[in-house]
Every structure is written in structure tokens, then in C-alpha cells.
């Protein structure tokens, strides 16, 4: 089975610009998850979608969205990038979400704002 | 969710036990803890998960105390593959509620020859 794929894996953009980042997940997995890693702040979560629709949403502001499509794929779309956003941002996918479940990660797409 | 407390880095002699602790005094009833390493350029990789009860899978055991306030997670046999951030997590989840776990900045684990 194939693993949770991300793209890009790397991204450079500029102050002001703004960015959508893809989520391929497990195949069967209905919950997709994202997150900010930072040396600063370690690794944060951003929200959850399942069933196209965000189930549970992180202390981020609300230049960071998402959605989920029909086929589980998921897009993390962030506006207005300010040089803080330069992070790893990481997908993770389970089958529904649930507390026995393992969350898989993906490799994480590196973003880079100038 | 409660939050957890671990320290920054730890040093384990490769064969011997690691064990790493984590504190979440502020833990409900209803929250259960979680551990994941994340290995240099990967993503986070699920460990072991408990309520209040011990568990231990093929990777790890999980010791949480009986007032819930503090656990450890214990590694038997370090190896140089163990080598990695350590995150320890509560959450309060319940199968309509899906994931929300924020992973902090987690215990680096050096595994030395």
C-alpha cells in the first residue's frame, strides 16, 4: 500500500505571496491532518479534515485554511506568507481518526518565505 | 488537552534500557497519552498509546502511574536506530472527534555505541 505523499516536497516564496500545499493519503484513509513544525516551536497541529469536512482546527490564524475533496485528497492553502510561515508542513492520515488508530505521516513539504 | 512536560534531551548507552519520562499532571479522565518519535527528515512515526492501564507493543512499553499525573515511556534494547525526538502527547479523542494532537518540541534522544 502506498504510503501519504506530499507536494511539493520543497518551496520558496516571498513575503506576501500565497501558497497551496497537496495531500495525497492512505488509500481508505478518510482522516487527513496537518501540521507546522519550526525549530521554535516544534511540531503543531493545524487542523483535521474527515469526510470533507475540518472536524478540529489549531490556534493558527485564519491565513492558514484547508480543504479535503471527495477522494480524501487534501490542500493546505496559506495567504498572505509572512517569513514566520517557513516551516515543515506534514500530513498525516488514518483511516477515521479515532483513538486506536496510527496516524501515517507523509515526508512533509519544506516551505521557504523570503 | 493537558499539557505535557519532558525534558529536552537524554543520552542512552546502545543495548540498554531508555527510558523517558513525560509529565502531564494536568491530565482528565477522559484524555489519553500518546508517544511518537520523529527520526532526522522523517515524519513522526506512532509508538504506543494508553488510558491508564500499562501497555507494551513489539516497539515499546508504556508505564503511567496510577494517579495518571506522570508515564514512561521505556525502550528495552536501545539501538543507534532509536536515535530520534520523542514526543509525548495528551489528548482528549473519542471516535467522533478525530485527531488534535500538538507534539511540542518533544525529548532528543542520542543512542551512543
Known amino acids: 500500500k502506498a504510503g501519504v505523499t506530499q507536494t511539493p516536497r520543497y518551496l520558496i516564496k516571498t513575503r506576501g505571496q500565497q501558497v497551496t500545499l497537496s495531500c495525497s493519503p492512505i488509500?481508505?484513509?478518510?482522516?487527513v491532518s496537518w501540521y507546522q513544525q519550526t525549530p521554535g516551536q516544534g511540531l503543531q497541529f493545524l487542523f483535521e479534515?474527515?469526510?470533507?469536512?475540518?472536524?478540529n482546527k489549531g490556534n493558527f490564524p485564519g491565513r492558514f485554511s484547508g480543504r479535503q475533496f471527495s477522494n480524501s485528497r487534501s490542500e493546505m492553502n496559506v495567504s498572505t506568507l509572512e517569513l514566520g510561515d517557513s516551516a515543515l508542513y506534514l500530513c498525516?492520515?488514518?483511516?477515521?481518526?479515532?483513538?486506536?488508530?496510527?496516524?501515517?505521516f507523509g515526508p512533509g513539504t519544506r516551505l521557504l518565505v523570503l | 488537552d493537558a499539557k505535557t512536560t519532558q525534558p529536552p534531551s537524554m543520552d542512552c548507552a546502545e543495548g540498554r534500557a531508555a527510558n523517558l519520562p513525560c509529565n502531564h499532571s494536568?491530565?482528565?479522565?477522559?484524555?489519553?497519552v500518546y508517544w511518537y518519535r520523529q527520526i532526522h527528515s522523517q515524519g513522526p512515526q506512532y509508538i504506543i498509546h494508553?488510558?491508564?492501564n500499562n501497555e507494551t507493543n513489539e516497539m515499546a512499553s508504556l508505564i503511567i502511574t496510577e494517579d495518571r499525573k506522570s508515564s514512561t515511556l521505556i525502550l528495552p534494547h536501545a539501538t543507534l536506530r532509536d536515535t530520534a525526538v520523542y514526543y509525548c502527547?495528551?489528548?482528549?479523542?473519542?471516535?467522533?472527534?478525530?485527531?488534535?494532537?500538538?507534539f511540542g518540541k518533544g525529548t532528543s534522544l542520542l543512542v551512543t555505541p
Open positions: 494508553g488510558l491508564k
Open positions: 479534515y474527515f469526510s470533507e469536512t475540518q472536524r
Open positions: 502527547i495528551v489528548s482528549r479523542i473519542n471516535s467522533n472527534s478525530g485527531y488534535a494532537l500538538n
Open positions: 488509500s481508505g484513509h478518510r482522516s
Open positions: 494536568t491530565i482528565s479522565g477522559n484524555e489519553y
Open positions: 498525516a492520515s488514518s483511516s477515521s481518526g479515532g483513538p486506536w488508530e496510527t496516524q501515517y
